[in-house]
């Protein structure tokens, strides 16, 4: 067996990974039909048919002690493998299978749950975010156990079913199973690089605040003929508020809220001044006419070190068509806000709610409302398992990865750092372009078989790191 660290990959598996390529894909459609929509209640037998199917596939490639865990909500599928030699480290490799939903409908050129390859491309909802990124880490431990009958590592796969609506039932379950979950190093693959043959090592996530904001106006709707002008339209005071929450610099104006607020050192601002990403790069992927943001930083500060607050949707009165000539009992917007190291995730609601209610006119009543809340992530640049993880990048991509944060969350990465107090590797192989929740989500097919290939080195660089 040749788990040699720098030498290529070895011929066997190499032919293995020739000859698998069809298979894998054919696979991973199977797995893209079906419809796992974490957060709409009529999807719930697909998500657990989702789980069902990596349960059976896990098995099926040689992992042990697979189970469909039941931990309320949507299932955690777990298996493993623990027959490495004794110092070998053990890798707790976490995905989600659960999908986004998929409107706009008519958006999509080929129907989401009908995985279609077009060009390089495979087109599906979850190609990308994230069934095909897991994926290629249950393919590449199939490559090396039919090759080589063994693996140079431990591996211990965590796939949950509730990341994209917050990842309840995980952040619940994997403090009280420490034991069971222990690893020396947390593999992620749910996330993006910087271009197809530019790797990208990212060191921190945004966390997250998430609430609906609620005015009240009369007790009940009324004719704006014969109220009109003497009462408040909640709609109207809604957009005041809202258009009060930033100041014409970018920055969010609610008190307190940039108080925990880590600064950028000046070590940092030049190093991620090396990543290869602007305005108008930022522009040509976004659609937009102009780039908007924060005075006094760079597209990727905002994005990946800078906190937001986000208007996601407002509501209120009369949208039908036609018209109608209405004054709305209450409106509504769902706001939230991304966070960065060390804001108190749970202090960003009761602060919006104090300064809202603080600039509320006495003419409406205005409420917050918490829907979710997750801290920011950081991972320590100065392990060895990061050295691992770049050279494994490095040998498939032939290029060595560039390294920033990112402006996602993955809100159980905090929970993993804390209750099993080990690194992770956050390894993406999905693209900037590639429609995450939007229509048309896709992933570049060269990049999931490069996904396989750094899988399999990464196993082979942890037992030298
Ligand atoms: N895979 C993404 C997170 C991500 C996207 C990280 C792009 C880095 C770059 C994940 O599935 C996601 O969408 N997370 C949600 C979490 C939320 C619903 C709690 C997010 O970031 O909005
Ligand atoms: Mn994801
Ligand atoms: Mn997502």
């Given at each position: 067996?040749?788990?040699?660290?720098?030498?290529?990959?070895?011929?066997?598996?190499?032919?293995?990974?020739?000859?698998?390529?069809?298979?894998?894909?054919?696979?991973?459609?199977?797995?893209?039909?079906?419809?796992?929509?974490?957060?709409?209640?009529?999807?719930?037998?697909?998500?657990?048919?989702?789980?069902?199917?990596?349960?059976?596939?896990?098995?099926?490639?040689?992992?042990?002690?697979?189970?469909?865990?039941?931990?309320?909500?949507?299932?955690?599928?777990?298996?493993?493998?623990?027959?490495?030699?004794?110092?070998?480290?053990?890798?707790?490799?976490?995905?989600?299978?659960?999908?986004?939903?998929?409107?706009?409908?008519?958006?999509?050129?080929?129907?989401?749950?009908?995985?279609?390859?077009?060009?390089?491309?495979?087109?599906?909802?979850?190609?990308?975010?994230?069934?095909?990124?897991?994926?290629?880490?249950?393919?590449?431990?199939?490559?090396?156990?039919?090759?080589?009958?063994?693996?140079?590592?431990?591996?211990?796969?965590?796939?949950?079913?509730?990341?994209?609506?917050?990842?309840?039932?995980?952040?619940?379950?994997?403090?009280?199973?420490?034991?069971?979950?222990?690893?020396?190093?947390?593999?992620?693959?749910?996330?993006?690089?910087?271009?197809?043959?530019?790797?990208?090592?990212?060191?921190?996530?945004?966390?997250?605040?998430?609430?609906?904001?609620?005015?009240?106006?009369?007790?009940?709707?009324?004719?704006?003929?014969?109220?009109?002008?003497?009462?408040?339209?909640?709609?109207?005071?809604?957009?005041?508020?809202?258009?009060?929450?930033?100041?014409?610099?970018?920055?969010?104006?609610?008190?307190?809220?940039?108080?925990?607020?880590?600064?950028?050192?000046?070590?940092?601002?030049t190093a991620l001044a090396q990543v290869p990403y602007d305005e108008e790069k930022l522009i040509q992927e976004s659609g937009v006419p102009a780039a908007w943001g924060e005075d006094g930083f760079t597209v990727t500060e905002r994005i990946g070190a800078r906190p937001t607050l986000e208007i996601n949707g407002i509501w209120g009165g009369f949208i039908g068509d036609g018209f109608k000539t209405v004054i709305p009992a209450e409106a509504h917007a769902k706001v939230s806000c991304r966070l960065v190291p060390d804001q108190q995730?749970?202090?960003?609601?009761?602060?919006?709610?104090?300064?809202?209610?603080?600039?509320?006119?006495?003419?409406?009543?205005?409420?917050?409302?918490?829907?979710?809340?997750?801290?920011?992530?950081?991972?320590?640049?100065?392990?060895?398992?990061?050295?691992?993880?770049?050279?494994?990048?490095?040998?498939?991509?032939?290029?060595?990865?560039?390294?920033?944060?990112?402006?996602?969350?993955?809100?159980?990465?905090?929970?993993?750092?804390?209750?099993?107090?080990?690194?992770?590797?956050?390894?993406?192989?999905?693209?900037?372009?590639?429609?995450?929740?939007?229509?048309?989500?896709?992933?570049?097919?060269?990049?999931?078989?490069?996904?396989?290939?750094?899988?399999?080195?990464?196993?082979?660089?942890?037992?030298?790191?």
């Amino acid at each position: 067996m040749n788990h040699s660290a720098t030498a290529a990959f070895d011929l066997k598996l190499d032919a293995f990974l020739q000859n698998a390529q069809p298979r894998q894909l054919a696979e991973l459609s199977e797995w893209l039909r079906i419809p796992s929509v974490s957060t709409q209640s009529q999807h719930n037998e697909d998500v657990k048919r989702a789980a069902d199917w990596l349960a059976r596939k896990m098995t099926a490639i040689g992992l042990q002690n697979v189970e469909v865990i039941r931990a309320g909500g949507h299932p955690i599928v777990y298996g493993d493998w623990l027959h490495a030699a004794a110092a070998a480290p053990t890798v707790l490799i976490y995905g989600h299978y659960d999908v986004q939903p998929v409107d706009p409908l008519e958006l999509w050129t080929s129907p989401p749950f009908e995985p279609s390859v077009r060009g390089e491309d495979l087109f599906a909802r979850g190609a990308s975010d994230d069934k095909g990124q897991l994926f290629a880490h249950v393919a590449a431990v199939e490559a090396l156990l039919s090759t080589y009958g063994e693996l140079p590592v431990n591996v211990k796969f965590l796939v949950e079913g509730e990341e994209e609506v917050g990842s309840r039932a995980l952040t619940a379950y994997l403090p009280s199973e420490t034991e069971k979950l222990a690893a020396d190093v947390c593999l992620i693959s749910d996330t993006h690089i910087l271009a197809p043959d530019l790797p990208l090592i990212i060191y921190g996530l945004r966390g997250m605040w998430a609430g609906e904001i609620t005015v009240r106006g009369p007790s009940q709707d009324l004719h704006s003929g014969m109220f009109g002008g003497a009462v408040h339209n909640p709609n109207q005071a809604l957009c005041a508020l809202l258009a009060q929450l930033h100041d014409s610099a970018g920055r969010i104006t609610v008190p307190g809220f940039y108080d925990d607020v880590q600064a950028l050192s000046a070590e940092e601002r030049t190093a991620l001044a090396q990543v290869p990403y602007d305005e108008e790069k930022l522009i040509q992927e976004s659609g937009v006419p102009a780039a908007w943001g924060e005075d006094g930083f760079t597209v990727t500060e905002r994005i990946g070190a800078r906190p937001t607050l986000e208007i996601n949707g407002i509501w209120g009165g009369f949208i039908g068509d036609g018209f109608k000539t209405v004054i709305p009992a209450e409106a509504h917007a769902k706001v939230s806000c991304r966070l960065v190291p060390d804001q108190q995730s749970s202090a960003v609601g009761p602060l919006i709610e104090q300064f809202l209610l603080q600039i509320a006119p006495p003419t409406v009543e205005v409420t917050v409302n918490t829907l979710q809340h997750a801290p920011a992530t950081v991972v320590p640049l100065d392990v060895p398992e990061i050295k691992s993880a770049a050279r494994a990048y490095t040998r498939v991509f032939g290029a060595e990865p560039v390294f920033s944060r990112e402006g996602g969350s993955i809100p159980i990465a905090t929970v993993v750092q804390e209750a099993l107090g080990i690194p992770i590797l956050f390894m993406g192989f999905g693209l900037p372009d590639d429609n995450l929740h939007a229509p048309n989500e896709k992933l570049h097919l060269p990049n999931f078989y490069r996904g396989i290939r750094v899988g399999i080195a990464l196993m082979e660089e942890l037992i030298s790191s």
